[in-house]
């Protein structure tokens, strides 16, 4: 998705990642990868300032603009041949035990997303 937002000229996305807040041991039961310790993590006071996505039907409800992919990645959102993430919603990779690596037509849906979300933001912002 960063990918996508960069690509719109005048936008800029920047990543952050939350502090971990279970143990390790749980964390290695789960499988879960880990931390790219290139992404900074964001302090609460940070993350005020901070527009992203995270729960967005419970933000969307209160009222949060959310610019879903609707269909607009074309014949990418009706790929049946292989396992594929995402939805109408948002890009997503599934993932399994961790040991799935995200597929070219995932990575493109993020990105193309990114790229979209982008255009639209910036549209609004010239409002």
């Known amino acids: 998705m960063k990918t996508g937002v960069d690509g719109v000229e005048g936008v800029e996305a920047l990543l952050y990642r939350v502090p971990e807040t279970l143990a390790s041991e749980v964390l290695e039961q789960m499988k879960a990868p880990p931390k790219d310790p290139s992404i900074p993590e964001i302090t609460a006071a940070e ?4 527009d992203g996505w995270t729960a967005i039907t419970q933000l969307a409800h209160h009222g949060m603009l959310f610019v879903p992919v609707g ?3 074309g ?3 009706f790929k049946m041949d292989s396992i594929r993430g995402g939805s109408p919603y948002g890009a997503g990779v599934f993932a399994g035990d961790g040991s799935r690596q995200p597929s070219e037509t995932e990575l493109a849906l993020a990105e193309h997303q990114g790229k979209y979300m982008a255009t639209i933001v910036k549209r609004l912002a010239h409002a």
């Not at 993350?47 to 901070?50: E, I, K, P, Q, Y």
């Open 47 to 50: 993350l005020v300032g901070a």
């Open 71 to 73: 269909y607009t990645f």
């Open 75 to 77: 014949a990418g959102m």
